[in-house]
């Protein structure tokens, strides 16, 4: 039955994360912004308590979830990135770790400090094209140690998780001449020799949360590290394993980043909508488009797109919660809501003129920090190519 | 709690009208493009599967099905997935039937309602839209003045689809700044049907301009008596109607581009799989999708007898845009070949056009 309510569990869950973000975030959300290496530690320490309680994995994702997201990222995204939890790597050991392994690995998101898990994918010499990955994985028979060796870059919380005792999923290759066959998911712990941090990245946007480059160097790990099978499977490259382990993570993830664009997105909706308030000026619904202003229709035109983008996000986290696959549908939601976002927290600072552009508000923060999501896990041209390849049941051979 | 599948008495109606559009319409609706005529078969037989009739509570006759508007989102898609003159024209009568079942006195649910629950397509039809540029149907220029008891109507419309054949019509008029509907059967002194209209699209679909030219109507005429209707609600159901129409029109455009570039080889390749055609089609798939969740969450509103006006006109206008975009871009897909007769998104690019014209046009 089609239904767009919430159950009342869903609905105090999003209230809890409202008054958070009100109260809590949006007073250091500039600050952070402003100091941009410098570590929230009262805001960590106060999320970890929740976190431990809540299991300690942003996972189990269903749509009161994601809208809990939604208003976390609606008081500051950077900050939500911080919240200590495992992160996308936790994502990737659910997607395809055994049951010893989720136990293994995500037990310590729920006890002791504060720790993060990130996922590394991206290298100097390869983002979206994720099968020409050159950091290597090799197994030594002799200690049954994987010997990892490479070079990742923008790990989204990378530095935080090697620093406390979290874990990166790092993905690598056993055989370069097997292209995406040969990708596999390693998870590397915080403190192994050979894994360190070279570099946090200064950014446009969400500046409190780390973006980092991780040097493997003769990184040893043991066997039982490995997510999934070691097995190299040459089939037709867009089905083998390794590779739909990792967009599998992805299809659980997209619609989450969608939610977090959706959060900024809102956060500059409500703005312009409170500034105009303030000023008394009325948004009239309704009215047909000759007798709208061209502020109430640019304010229309912004809420109808971000509503095709929520309503699309609301339907991946959905099917994601039935156990339907949703590869399409997440990658509709997050390439919708990435460019959406992006246009709805530019239009807005063009809107508001001097408020939008001065850093004396948040306005212009949003749309730094909003970009992000049209970008990583994938860009809006690599969803755009994920649906078009699915609406036309073509190979990423047929559709380069 | 949140969820997106239809249930299975939706699911089956529009398994049932999807039949529907396979077995008839699609096989004459560029023909009925053509000529302007629909077959009164079709018509026949689509009135046999009781749409309206559903919706009309038992002691009136109807089949006392649950009356919904979001079921009638989906019948609406599917219908104008099969073509948008035919859908209209098939729903042309809950113009009339779905106020008078939500709004009308008992009197006139006693009335006319059983008319809409016979053997025969009971011709029946609403007129709003008035021919000038900045229609309004807050303010409209028709007027109804109190006189006599009764009400005086006067003022011109246009796009009122069935209106020559018509026995009843659903007149909105504005008395005294809020717009309140007034049924009127056919020879009504006053009441004057002109020629039949000709249209960029929807031509097979015969619509109508009319004058009310002080024509008399008594005041148990007034749709809900006293009480009057909620016009929003009407309007709302409408936006709805014609959203969930465009969403139809998108789909077919979309599949048939989707299709044609597949087939189609240029440079030794099918057009589809360059990423220029490619990221059109993957675009136009995510609007039509994206309109048909806005409108799902719009009629779920309406009910739930909540106003929805901020909801339906968000994506009503959302669906304008997605209509005429998608179809263009059905149109662009097939470059020289969509602007040939011969290929039907000429026809959907023509029909995509109209929504932000068609007001109060369907409803559901």
């Known amino acids: 039955m089609i239904d767009f309510e919430l159950t009342p569990e869903e609905q105090a869950m999003i209230d809890a994360a409202h008054k958070e973000a009100l109260e809590v975030v949006r007073p250091i959300s500039r600050y952070y912004d402003e100091h941009e290496h410098e570590s929230p530690k009262d805001f960590i320490e106060q999320q970890w308590q929740q976190q431990a309680q809540g299991g300690g994995s942003i996972l189990g994702l269903g749509v009161g979830a994601s809208l809990r997201i939604l208003e976390n990222c609606w008081g500051d995204a950077g900050l939500m990135l911080v919240a200590p939890s495992s992160g996308l790597g936790g994502a990737a050991i659910l997607a395809s770790g055994t049951q010893e392994q989720q136990a293994n690995f995500l037990k310590r998101f729920g006890e002791g400090e504060p720790k993060w898990g990130a996922m590394a994918m991206t290298e100097p010499g390869a983002g979206s094209d994720t099968a020409a990955i050159q950091t290597t994985a090799v197994l030594d028979t002799e200690t049954n140690e994987w010997v990892l060796n490479g070079e990742k870059i923008f790990i989204t919380g990378g530095q935080r998780s090697m620093e406390s005792d979290g874990l990166v999923v790092v993905w690598a290759t056993v055989d370069r001449t097997a292209g995406r066959a040969g990708m596999k998911p390693f998870v590397v712990e915080a403190g192994t020799p050979g894994a360190t941090i070279d570099k946090v990245e200064n950014k446009l946007g969400i500046r409190a949360s780390d973006t980092a480059t991780l040097i493997l160097d003769n990184c040893r790990i043991p066997y039982e590290n490995i997510l999934g099978s070691p097995e190299v499977r040459r089939v037709d490259s867009s089905q083998t394993a390794g590779f739909k382990r990792a967009m599998a993570t992805f299809d659980m993830t997209r619609p989450i980043i969608a939610a977090m664009a959706l959060g900024v997105g809102r956060a500059s909706l409500d703005f312009v909508r409170e500034t105009l308030e303030k000023e008394g000026i009325p948004i009239r619904y309704g009215l047909p488009s000759h007798k709208l202003t061209a502020i109430e229709r640019d304010v229309m035109e912004m809420e109808a797109a971000y509503k095709a983008a929520l309503t699309l996000m609301l339907r991946a986290t959905w099917m994601m919660s039935q156990f339907q696959p949703n590869s399409l549908e997440a990658s509709m939601a997050k390439a919708k809501a990435g460019i959406v976002v992006a246009w709805i927290t530019q239009k807005a600072v063009e809107m508001m003129g001097p408020l939008g552009y001065s850093r004396k508000y948040l306005l212009e923060k949003w749309m730094r920090d909003g970009k992000i999501n049209d970008i990583f896990e994938g860009t809006g041209q690599i969803n755009m190519l994920i649906v078009a390849r699915r609406i036309l049941d073509y190979t990423r051979e047929e559709l380069k | ?364």
Not at chain 2, 55 to 70: C, D, K, M, T, V
Not at chain 2, 148 to 173: F, R, W
Not at chain 2, 229 to 252: K, P
């Open chain 2, 1 to 364: 709690m949140i969820s997106f599948s239809p249930s299975e008495e939706q699911q089956m109606i529009v398994n049932m009208v999807k039949e529907f559009n396979n077995d008839h319409v699609r096989k004459v609706y560029r023909e009925c493009d053509e000529s302007g005529e629909i077959p009164a078969n079709i018509i026949d037989t689509a009135w046999e599967l009781g749409f309206i009739a559903s919706s009309i509570p038992e002691e009136f006759q109807g089949f006392g099905g649950e009356r919904s508007a979001l079921t009638g989102t989906l019948i609406a898609e599917e219908l104008a997935w099969g073509d948008l003159s035919m859908a209209m024209h098939i729903l042309c009568p809950a113009l009339v039937a779905m106020p008078v079942v939500e709004m009308g006195t008992d009197e006139q649910k006693k009335q006319y309602l059983p008319s809409f629950c016979g053997d025969k397509f009971k011709v029946a039809t609403s007129a709003l839209i008035e021919p000038r540029f900045d229609f309004d149907p807050a303010e409209l220029q028709t007027t109804a003045k109190r006189a006599n008891g009764g009400y005086i109507l006067s003022g011109e419309k246009c796009y009122v689809p069935l209106a020559a054949d018509a026995d009843l019509l659903l007149v909105y008029a504005n008395e005294g700044g809020n717009t309140q509907g007034f049924l009127i059967e056919k020879g009504t002194p006053g009441l004057e049907i002109a020629e039949r209209e000709k249209n960029m699209g929807i031509k097979a679909l015969a619509t109508y301009e009319l004058s009310l030219k002080d024509c008399k109507v008594p005041k148990e005429n007034r749709l809900g008596g006293d009480a009057g209707c909620d016009f929003n609600r009407i309007y709302n159901l409408s936006r709805v109607a014609l959203s969930a129409m465009a969403v139809g029109v998108g789909r077919a455009a979309f599949e048939y581009a989707r299709d044609y570039a597949k087939e189609r080889h240029a440079f030794g390749e099918p057009i589809a799989s360059r990423q220029a055609i490619a990221f059109m089609l993957a675009e136009m798939a995510i609007d039509i999708d994206a309109t048909r969740l806005m409108t799902w969450e719009a009629a779920w509103k309406l009910d739930r007898n909540e106003d929805a006006t901020k909801e339906a006109s968000l994506a009503k206008m959302y669906a304008d845009d997605m209509a005429i975009n998608v179809t263009n871009n059905a149109v662009q897909v097939l470059g020289g070949h969509g602007y040939i007769r011969e290929h039907p998104v000429e026809l959907w690019f023509r029909n995509g056009r109209g929504f932000a014209t068609f007001d109060g046009m369907a409803i559901v």
